[in-house]
Structure formats: structure tokens, C-alpha cells
């Protein structure tokens, strides 16, 4: 299955309008590579929490499912007034994995359970 790099990410800001507006300045490209792989084959996700147009919670869920075009559900969640809207032209994609193998491993078996599938089928799709 096709990765994700930084250049596509940059790309697609640049040449898209971006729906929602991050509020984070930095992202992990492993984990929307992760996430990515996931819902290109279907896996479902949980939704984002968003307050007006801004993301509080799934910013790399929400990259992952624009550049997978995978619908995600957004719950409203609840911003605080230091709370700032970043441009995505702006955002760090860090190549630096954010995630330890058994934090990758716990988010697998949750997805695993989400889905109702075995969790091998999750790692499959990772490989």
C-alpha cells in the first residue's frame, strides 16, 4: 500500500481548501502514514472533535481521512480563547516517529475492537 510523504501532504494544502483549521503546529508523518493505510482499507475510525471550524482533537485522523477521502464524524468538542488557529501551510510534518511500538500496538488492538476484526488483519495492513 502507498505511503504518505511530506511532499504529497504540502502538495495537497497547497492545491486543496482545506475544510477545518488545525491548532496544532506539528504533526507525526508515521502516525497519518498509520492512519492512512487504515482507512484506504476501510477501517473505521472514530470521529474528530471540533469546535466551529477549528480541530480540538483528530488532527491526524482528520489529514489521513482528506487525503484518503474517508468520511469521519465530527463530534463537537470545546476550544479554550488561548486556544489558535494555525494555517496548514504552516504545520510541521516530522518524520520522527511520535509513537513507541507498544503505543502502536495498544492503537492497533483499539482499532482492532472498533472494527470487530482480528488484529492481525490490522498489522497486515501496516506491513
Known amino acids: 500500500m502507498e505511503s504518505v510523504t511530506k511532499e504529497i501532504i504540502i502538495e495537497f494544502i497547497k492545491n486543496n481548501k482545506i475544510e477545518l483549521y488545525s491548532t496544532q503546529t506539528k504533526l507525526c508523518l508515521p ?11 476501510g477501517i473505521k475510525f472514530s470521529g474528530i472533535k471540533v469546535d466551529n471550524s477549528l480541530i480540538c ?16 464524524e465530527r463530534i463537537s468538542g470545546n ?3 488561548a486556544t489558535a488557529s494555525v494555517n496548514w501551510e504552516f504545520v510541521i510534518f516530522e518524520e520522527e516517529d511520535w509513537d513507541t511500538s507498544a503505543k502502536i500496538n495498544m492503537l492497533n488492538e483499539q482499532d482492532a475492537n472498533y472494527n470487530n476484526i482480528p488484529i492481525e488483519q490490522i498489522v497486515d495492513l501496516l506491513k
Request: hydrophobic residues 45%.
Open 57 to 72: 482533537d483528530g488532527h491526524h485522523r482528520y489529514i489521513a481521512s482528506i487525503l484518503a477521502n474517508f468520511p469521519l
Open 79 to 81: 476550544i479554550t480563547s
Open 31 to 41: 502516525v497519518i502514514n498509520r492512519i492512512f493505510k487504515k482507512m484506504s482499507a
